[in-house]
Structure formats: C-alpha cells, structure tokens
C-alpha cells in the first residue's frame, strides 16, 4: 500500500512540476506583455496630446487596449490557469483565431485499432487568453469556443478530449492536478508516454472546500449543464429553473462575463443582475471581478433599483401582498391624480390683473379646466403646461379682448402679450404651482397613509382591511414620503415615477470623443480620462444614470411580485434576458398573478429553457430531510439529485424553556464543528431577537430572518422553529424549504413548542 501511494505521489509530483513549467512560461509571457503596455503607456504620456484627431483616436484605442490588460495581469488573480484538456486529433486541420483546432468531432483514424492514440493537441484554460510571440496559444479564455470542451466533455459523450486536468494554483505556484479521464478505453500516449491520471475528481475537492461570506467562482468546475445555459445563444430569453444549489446564481454570474467576452460591443450597454436580497448582493459580488469583469455589470437588489430609493425594512407579509399584485395599479393611478388636489394650500379661485383689468377664475371653473387636463395619458407633471394653456384660455375669454378683433394675426400678437403679461404675474406663477404641484412619487406615497382617503382610492379595488394594513404601513414616511422604505415600497415608487412623469431637465451637453466614433465603445474616452483615478467614478455615475441595460439576468425570479415584474422590465424594454428561479422556493404567493405579470414582462420574445439536475451545495443527508418539505410544499416537484454525501445526518433540538439559550448553545457548538460560517435563520418576526441571542459569537455567525437567507449558504445553518417560519406568510412552506437547504455541510434543527417534536426532536412538519 505504501509503495503504491509513493508511486502515486511520484506520479503527482512528476505533473505538477510539468504544469508549474507551463505557469512560469506563461507568466514569462505575461510580463513581456506588461513591459510593452507599460511602454506604450509611458510613451503616450510623453508625447502628450499631439497630433490629428485620427492619429490621436488610434493611440487612444491602442494605450487603451494595453491600460486593460495592465490592469487585469496585474491585479493578482488566485487561479490564473486552472484547467487542461488533452485532445485526439480532430477531422479537419482548421484552426480558429485562438489558434486551437476548430474541430469537434474524432478524426477516423486517429485512434488506432489497437486502442492506442497520441494526444495531437493539448490546451491549458484560464481566466484570460495569452498567445505566445509566435501566436500559439499558450492559455485559452475559458469563455472561447476552444474551451467549451473542457465543460461539455464526458465520459458518456466525450468529444475529442481524452484527459481533462483541474490544476489548483495560487499566484505562480502550481499547488496540484486532478484529473479525469473521459475515454478510459483509449491507451492515449503524449510525446511517446503513457498519458498519467492523477487524484479523484476536482468537483468533489472543490465543493468541500470551508464557505466564506462571499461567493466564489466556479470556472474550474463549470458541470456540462451549467456550461450548456452559461454559453446559449443571447437573443430573447434564456430560462432557467432548478432546485436549491443546483448552481443558478454561479451559472448566470459566468453568463454575464461570458456575454461581455462573446460580444463586449453589444454588452458595454450594460448588464443588470436583480437580486432579491442586498445580503445575496454582496455575497455574489465579488464573483465577476474574479472573472475580470467588472464596471459593465451592475448587480442590484431588488429594493434598490430606483434611484435614491434604498430599502430597508420588510413588510408584513399580508402587506407585502397587497403592495406586490397588480391590484395597485388602478390605486396608485387615482392616487396620482387625487394627489394634485390635496392639501389646504390648493386655491380653490384665480384672481390676475391683466392689462389692468381683474380677472378671476371661480371653484367650479378651475375644476372645469382641470378636468379637461386631465382628458390625457401624459403622465401628470407632463401635463402642467396644457393645465397652464387651458387657464390662459378661460382668462383671455374672459377678458372679452379678442372679441372685438377679426385680424387673426392681430389676435395672435394681442393673445401673445396677453399671455406673457399675465404669466409674468406673481399671482400667476403662485397659483399655478399650488394648482398643480409638480408631484413626487414619494410625496404621493406619503398620501396614501391616510386611510379615508386611501379607501376612497382603493374602492371596489382593495378590501377595507387591506387597506388599512396599506395605510398603517405607509406611516413609517413623513409628507414628503421621506423615511424608511419597505423592498416592497420601492416597485410603487417605480410606478409612480412612470405615472407622474419627471419635468424635463436642462439637457447637458456631452463631452466630444473621437473614439465615440472609432469604436462605438462608450467606456472609451480620452487617454487622459482613461489613466486618471476619475475614471472609475465616471464610470459609476454614467451607470447609476443608466435606465435602460442592454441584458438583464434576474436571480431567484420566483420571487419577483408583479409589480416588481413591471418595474424589472422597464429596465430591459429593449434587452435580451436571462432569468433563473425555482417556483418550489417563492415567497410570493399568488403564483399564477406573478406568472401573468412575468409573461407580460417578457413579452413575445423567444424563450429557451433549461433546467439544472444536481444539487452542489446540500450534502444528500440535508436534501433528503428538505426533500420531506418540499412533498408538502410543491407536492409532485422533483427535487435536484445530491452530488455527494458526507454521513452526517441534520441533527433535532428541542428549545428548553429558553429558545434563545438554546439556538445559541447550538451555533456555539457548530463553531467547533466547522471551519467557515453558520448562518441561524428565524421567522422574519424574530429577527432582532435572533440578533441578541448571537452576540458575541463573533462573525463566522450570522443571524437571518427567513426571507433574507434567500440564495446564501453556509457550511452549517441552524434552523429555528420550522413551524413558526412555516406559518408566517401563506408561501411559508416553500420559505422553510429554503431555510433547509443553505447549509454544505451541517444542519442543525431547534424545535419550539409549536413545532410538536417527537422524542427524537423532530418537528411535526419534517416527519415523514
Ligand atoms: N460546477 C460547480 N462547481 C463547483 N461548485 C459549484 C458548481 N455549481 C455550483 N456550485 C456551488 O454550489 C453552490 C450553490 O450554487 P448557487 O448558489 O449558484 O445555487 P442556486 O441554484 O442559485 O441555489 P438556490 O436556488 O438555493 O439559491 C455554490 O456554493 C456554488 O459555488
């Protein structure tokens, strides 16, 4: 036994150096680049901005392109190279513009009637393309066509790949290989040696790895049915549904960097993610820059996708209900329009002096004029000029001053001094803005605290219950609607920025850019611009003014409420889309409203589906016990297969007389247990208490109410009370069936008295 771990550890070590060859030629290769980027760098700043704008404008493009891929060689990238794949020559000699063989298919005679084949090509993968001096590839972008091999390829359907190799690495030095062969009936040799097979699968050793409070990427282990959904085609919409842990988030993170690398021109317009939560906002973010995309994509909860408009705090849920359906439509379309008649400042006459004679406007004529401005689908601040037009109209009528004219040019030039004479006014001008008061969603939100008038608003629309939840919920705001916002609130505000319309600004000019024109890229400015530090905060500015994305990939999609649907899809009237959910796991529980408002959303634009079958991130102890849930939850849904198993079954608490000392008893002793986190997920209802229980634990321990453990996970979770987090909200169960499956390693379950543990401590709702 010991003569034949030496033997594979020989075996190991042989590879490893053979791979650690590879790295340094490739980092040879790296600093080459570096030095000529510095130098084209350096030399453009000397000579400063000289020359023709043409001249200019392509020295630009030139520094540019170096400034990038100086910025991204230099910053540290943990696993630069991280695969290999060994291939049987293909059918045709062609190459494509990375230099490897296009082919996909085995050449007949490539595999000798013997079983022996030489590898007639070999390419290492990582996270950026190098070509050599001679334009040979030494790495290949993970994202090319060449390297879709390494993901697709299987034992069951192989291709031309005989050995694929997952080689870890930090900075520059190799630290292992594993690999797996996918043609184990080939006797493949390479340069005249038997093709060597070293470790037992880098998916294992990469899903046992500790979890820390950031998402990693997953590029060297990408599985054939992720790759399949990471490279589809772009146009319309790519749907993607799957149980928990099945990879839907990692898989539509690596499609946004894909989308960028296959066609950056198109992508530079921008790439939204919408993500339910702002803790899975910063859990995912830092997955991009790992893939050296950053800057294009913004990543957004979906609390946070108007400006100036951050949630947070939750609603109730039979609120949250009421605020998400599209019942608030009519509501916030007669809330809108009641708004402009509110308050005790809204004159109810008109009085000018124009050229010397009094003029006024009584209560029933101005609702008169009112009315008729409102005849309109502009959205109400667009409207103020007509209501502006139509006063003037009565008061010149009234005035009689036309009467008496038949010249129509002489009437035009008397109405136009007319006109100005009396806007000039104070009186005027005063009363126009009390009238009819530029509105602001927030300021109509605020109104709708009140519940008669609400009620009046909400008629034949909202039950007098609901619009009491409404009403009292709205009161966390002040007049202005200033004050804590609920993820809920945020949709309205949407919407009520689409009904009020916003006054048109003063226009800016843009600054001239030569390179505008060249390249069509946006991000491209001037070299100056480029190289400054200002150049990031440009960047953020121009992407917070952003309205519109040229892809949009929404995250746990299951969720979204129609009224978020509307707000979402204006984002990508005109984008293509990636959307990934899991209906066993909404919230939401008007599933058919919500689905309604998705379709609408979507539109017809053509639809591709896929669904993901294995669960990465629940040992098969946990998905078993979830899997009890889920039969009560979504009862005929398939759950996701456990990729591996690690022996250790969820272990029952029963809470003493003192639920907290219990809970926090249980994640102290999970802390031995375990290297990473420990998320404790409560009802949302408990969440400030489950904050005290847990202080102190330092912060590998996160407390979370049941909705916000939306999308994380944790290396064991400790999950309380399933009863009271079932019976929260009518979609409780498929809450609970989250809060089971977020742990990678231990779960840990701690009954309360409304849970009925049997002796063994297992709550009612998790028996068979
Ligand atoms: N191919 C893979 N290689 C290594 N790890 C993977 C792979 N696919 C998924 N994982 C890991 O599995 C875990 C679950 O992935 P992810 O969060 O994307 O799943 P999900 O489908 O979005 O889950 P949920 O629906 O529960 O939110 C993550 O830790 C992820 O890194």
Redesign the pocket.
């Known amino acids: 036994m010991a003569a034949q771990d030496a033997v594979r550890e020989a075996l190991r070590d042989r590879e490893v150096a053979v791979e650690q060859a590879h790295l340094d030629r490739v980092y040879r290769r790296l600093e080459e680049k570096i030095h000529e980027a510095e130098f084209l760098v350096d030399d453009a700043e000397k000579r400063g901005q000289v020359g023709t704008p043409g001249a200019l404008a392509e020295r630009d493009a030139q520094v540019f392109q170096a400034g990038v891929h100086l910025n991204r060689l230099n910053s540290e990238f943990e696993d630069f190279l991280f695969g290999r794949i060994d291939l049987l020559r293909g059918k045709d000699g062609k190459r494509g513009p990375d230099g490897a063989f296009t082919a996909t298919e085995v050449a007949e005679d490539a595999i000798a009637p013997d079983g022996t084949a030489g590898i007639a090509e070999t390419l290492h993968i990582g996270r950026l393309g190098v070509l050599d001096a001679d334009y040979a590839p030494l790495v290949i972008d993970w994202r090319a066509p060449a390297a879709a091999p390494f993901y697709r390829s299987t034992p069951k359907d192989p291709g031309r790949v005989v050995r694929r190799r997952v080689i870890r690495s930090r900075g520059r030095r190799v630290l292992g290989v594993e690999d797996d062969l996918m043609r184990p009936e080939v006797e493949a040799t390479l340069d005249g040696e038997d093709l060597a097979v070293v470790g037992d699968g880098a998916?294992m050793a990469?899903?046992g790895r500790a979890?820390s409070h950031s998402?990693?990427?997953?590029v060297?282990?990408?599985?054939a049915e992720?790759d399949m959904v990471i490279r589809a085609p772009a146009p319309g919409v790519t749907e993607v549904t799957?149980?928990?842990?099945?990879?839907?988030?990692?898989?539509?993170?690596h499609r946004a960097a894909y989308l960028l690398y296959q066609d950056r021109r198109r992508y530079s317009g921008g790439i939204l993610v919408v993500s339910p939560t702002p803790l899975l906002v910063s859990y995912t973010e830092g997955v991009l820059p790992s893939l050296g995309e950053e800057g294009q994509v913004a990543i957004r909860a979906v609390g946070s996708l108007v400006e100036g408009a951050e949630a947070t705090t939750y609603d109730e849920p039979q609120v949250a209900r009421v605020k998400g359906s599209s019942r608030m439509l009519p509501v916030l379309r007669r809330a809108a329009r009641g708004a402009l008649e509110l308050g005790e400042r809204v004159p109810t006459s008109l009085r000018v002096v124009a050229f010397g004679a009094r003029l006024e406007l009584d209560g029933e004529e101005l609702a008169a004029i009112r009315h008729t401005a409102l005849g309109g689908t502009a959205p109400l601040n667009l409207m103020r000029p007509r209501a502006r037009r139509l006063l003037l109209d009565a008061l010149w009528e009234k005035s009689g001053r036309g009467r008496h004219l038949v010249d129509p040019e002489l009437i035009a030039e008397a109405r136009a001094a007319f006109d100005e004479d009396v806007s000039g006014e104070d009186a005027f001008t005063g009363f126009l803005h009390r009238w009819w008061p530029v509105l602001t969603p927030r300021g109509v939100l605020a109104t709708m605290a009140e519940e008669r008038r609400l009620g009046r608003w909400a008629r034949r629309v909202l039950a007098q219950r609901e619009v009491r939840q409404l009403a009292r919920s709205l009161r966390r705001l002040d007049a202005a609607g200033q004050g804590p916002l609920s993820v809920h609130d945020v949709a309205l505000l949407d919407e009520l920025r689409i009904l009020l319309g916003t006054p048109p600004e003063p226009v800016r000019p843009r600054e001239a850019d030569p390179l505008d024109e060249l390249t069509g890229l946006e991000e491209v400015t001037t070299y100056a611009d480029r190289m400054s530090a200002g150049r990031r905060t440009r960047a953020e500015r121009r992407e917070q003014e952003r309205a519109e994305y040229a892809h949009v990939i929404v995250?746990?999609a299951q969720d979204l409420t129609p009224m978020q649907w509307r707000m979402v899809a204006r984002r990508g009237t005109s984008a293509t889309w990636t959307v990934?959910?899991?209906p066993a796991?909404s919230s939401w529980a008007d599933v058919d409203e919500a689905t309604r408002a998705r379709d609408e959303a979507l539109g017809a634009r053509v639809r591709r589906r896929f669904e993901?079958t294995?669960?990465?991130?629940n040992p098969a102890e946990i998905a078993e016990l979830a899997s009890k849930v889920l039969r009560l939850a979504m009862p005929g849904t398939r759950p996701p297969s456990a990729v591996r198993s690690t022996g250790l079954v969820p272990r029952f608490e029963v809470a003493g007389d003192d639920l907290g000392a219990s809970v926090r008893e249980c994640a102290a002793r999970l802390l031995d247990e375990v290297e990473g986190t420990i998320g404790v997920v409560v009802a949302m209802g408990r969440r400030a208490q489950a904050r005290e229980w847990l202080t102190g634990l330092g912060e590998r321990v996160v407390p979370l109410g049941s909705l916000e453990a939306?999308?994380?996970?944790y290396d064991a979770t400790v999950v309380v009370s399933p009863a009271e987090i079932a019976d929260e909200s009518p979609a409780g169960l498929r809450v609970l069936y989250?809060a089971l499956?977020?742990a990678?390693q231990r779960l840990t379950v701690v009954a309360g008295v409304r849970d009925e543990p049997d002796g063994g401590g297992v709550p009612d709702l998790l028996r068979e």
């Open positions: 998916l990469a899903l979890r998402m990693r990427d997953i060297a282990s990408i599985q992720q799957g149980g928990p842990g099945t990879g839907k988030t990692a898989v539509a993170l995250d746990e990934v959910g899991d796991q993901l294995v669960n990465y991130r939306k999308g994380l996970e989250v499956t977020r990678t």
